[in-house]
């Protein structure tokens, strides 16, 4: 039954095909993967659509580990051939190739693959798992007049969805909607790992294959044996956000600042399997909760 719901999985046109091989970091060593996950609001964004989240998945060769790396959506970057812009306009401007060169350029990491996320499609997801457990550190209220009370609960689809979505009434605006992005993707992880009823997990994968949208070089084997491990992986799996120095306004924009200082390094343990060491010597404010 899974082999088969994941075969329904969209294809997304080779985002690769055009990048020229010059322009392009070397393949990651031994058997390393990288994946490029950006998150498209069907529901929200206008077209052109602009990534709503932007994660770099780094599984290690030995796929004992796994460390989800979160770009800010209002990132200020260097997009080819745009200048510099906020990081979630690449995809508006140019779709998955153009969001593959932004990132490749940004963290000199090679991708090898792509996978587009339809962020309506955390209801439905949350909702196939019986809902998933988050914790509110403190009370929040949105311009849209959704409360979320400090404390930790259930969330059903909707609330879910209506969580992970809020920006403007959050004290670090950007930086704190990545936590929560996170915060969820972390709690759906789980929340499969631990399942063992075959037909919510089944239900839970069919909403995968109707959420998310994948380059054809990721093949139905490849990802059943990628969620298959990532439901191994449990504790095993980092989050954490590119270095920042702190957002700001350029014109009438708001943004974040990448630290140039500090991004090189990161990024360059990220492509060598050596974020742990990092880790070890600098700030853990790049957690996004303590290491499980």
Known sequence: MA???????RTLPDPF???????RPPPSPERALTILLAGIDSEQDTSPARSDALMLVRLTADRHHAYVVSLPRDSWVNIPGHGMDKVNAAYAYGGQTLAVRTVERLTKVRIDHVAVVDMAGF???????????LTVPEQVTDPHFVSFPAGTRRFDGAAALAYVR????????DLDRVRRQQEFLRAVLQQMGQEDDPRRLAAALDAVTRTVAVDKGFGTGEMLRLLLGFRKLDGEVTFLTAPVTGTGMVGDASVVFLDTKLGPPFWKAVGTDRLDDYLSTHDTELL???PR
């Not at 082999?3 to 999985?9: N, P, S, T, W």
């Not at 209801?123 to 457990?133: F, I, Y």
């Open 166 to 173: 809020e920006r403007r009434g959050l004290p670090r605006g």
């Open 123 to 133: 209801r439905e997801l949350t909702d196939a798992l019986g809902g998933v457990v």
């Open 3 to 9: 082999r088969h719901r994941l075969g329904a999985m």
């Open 17 to 23: 095909a055009a990048i020229p091989a010059t322009e």
């Open 288 to 290: 996004t909760a303590p």
